[in-house]
């Protein structure tokens, strides 16, 4: 019943970590990638604090949904305490700890898992960028 809490906070702090990140930030770097000979087109390497807010959208959205969820079960109420499981705290607080944890946990895996690929990606565009030679005329 109140295992949203637990991602709503960590997306709480993920919010004020992208913040805080965002603003000691200093502009990305910029690769220029040649495709099959077809063009040049610059690209910019992901900022870290919006990858960070990927995190956020996972946990703000997923704790959205789960507390939709929760008040359409009729598990959170419009009154005091608002949860019905706080009536029973170690049922609440073993909720809270082992599946709003591991739906965190979770998430946070996901998360991790796409900020890995991108950055492979990014890893390998600027691995495959030619080198500018200067060719010599005859």
């Not at 220029?32 to 990927?54: H, L, M, N, Y």
């Not at 959205?61 to 499981?85: R, Y």
């Amino acid at each position: 019943m109140s295992c949203f809490i637990v991602p709503a906070a960590e997306a709480v702090i993920t919010t004020i970590a992208a913040k805080a990140i965002k603003a000691k930030e200093v502009a990305p770097k910029t690769v220029e990638v040649q495709f099959d000979g077809a063009g040049v087109e610059t690209a910019e390497k992901i900022p870290f604090s919006r990858k960070i807010k990927w995190l956020n959208n996972l946990l703000w959205g997923g704790s959205a949904l789960l507390a939709f969820e929760h008040i359409w079960h009729g598990e959170v109420t419009p009154w005091f305490p608002f949860l019905t499981a706080s009536g029973e705290p170690a049922q609440m607080l073993h909720e809270m700890a082992t599946t709003g944890v591991a739906m965190s946990a979770l998430v946070t895996c996901v998360w991790l898992g796409m900020v890995a690929v991108s950055s492979a990606i990014e890893n390998r565009a600027v691995k495959a960028q030619p080198v500018k030679s200067q060719v010599a005329e005859q």
